[in-house]
């Protein structure tokens, strides 16, 4: 499952969104569960935003929000099964999410070094994703959407993130989408315009 990924300022920003979208500054980063990253969704007037929510879904009724360490992935055969810690956020609350890369810890090969995706050009990879506020404090969690991998990383992971292409981002966040319409965007993105190799990670903070 993917639990590392990185945002790197030099990436092509074409989002198909008006400019005002960028509300909050863009930085390099590395992300991690629990931790804050970019997030874009729709606020409550239905305009789109860009706004920072941790990383692992907090659904409304959870007791705590260290909930969230289990739900930093959600598979979409879970969404498709109505899954209770993503059911109401599948239904209201989709999202999208950014980076430039990501790192799958291989679960295919014994001993394998974790492996960094990224797309031969370095665009932008923008993620399906759901989000949730939680409790009085509103705090404000998110998770990725992970499906079969593709080609390319098939022979280290079987799983990777939801990719969305850019016709798509307005048909995941529009409140009107039909559930099955939805659950067809949740498929392995073709990996021959992506490059896979070792990944350099840095140390945790």
């Given at each position: 499952m993917c639990a590392t990924d990185f945002l790197k300022t030099s990436a092509e920003y074409d989002l198909e969104f008006d400019d005002d979208l960028l509300t909050i500054?863009?930085?390099d980063r590395w992300n991690y569960p629990m931790r804050p990253r970019e997030?874009?969704?729709r606020s409550k007037d239905g305009e789109v935003r860009m706004t920072m929510a941790h990383?692992?879904?907090v659904p409304f009724w959870a007791t705590s929000k260290t909930f969230g360490r289990k739900c930093y992935n959600?598979?979409?055969d879970s969404l498709a099964q109505g899954k209770p810690a993503f059911r109401e956020a599948f239904k209201h609350r989709r999202c999208l999410m950014v980076s430039t890369g990501f790192i799958e810890y291989a679960d295919r090969i014994e001993g394998s070094p974790a492996t960094e995706v990224a797309f031969k050009d370095g665009r932008l990879i923008v993620y399906a994703g759901l989000y949730e506020i939680w409790g009085e404090e509103k705090y404000t969690s998110c998770t990725m959407i992970t499906t079969e991998p593709n080609e390319a990383i098939d022979p280290v992971h079987s799983r990777m993130p939801a990719i969305l292409r850019p016709d798509e981002y307005q048909i995941w966040l529009n409140p009107k989408s039909d559930r099955d319409e939805l659950l067809t965007l949740l498929r392995?993105?073709?990996g021959d315009d992506m490059i896979v190799h070792a990944a350099a990670l840095p140390a945790r903070k």
């Open positions: 500054p863009i930085t997030m874009i969704g990383w692992g879904l959600a598979r979409d392995p993105y073709a």
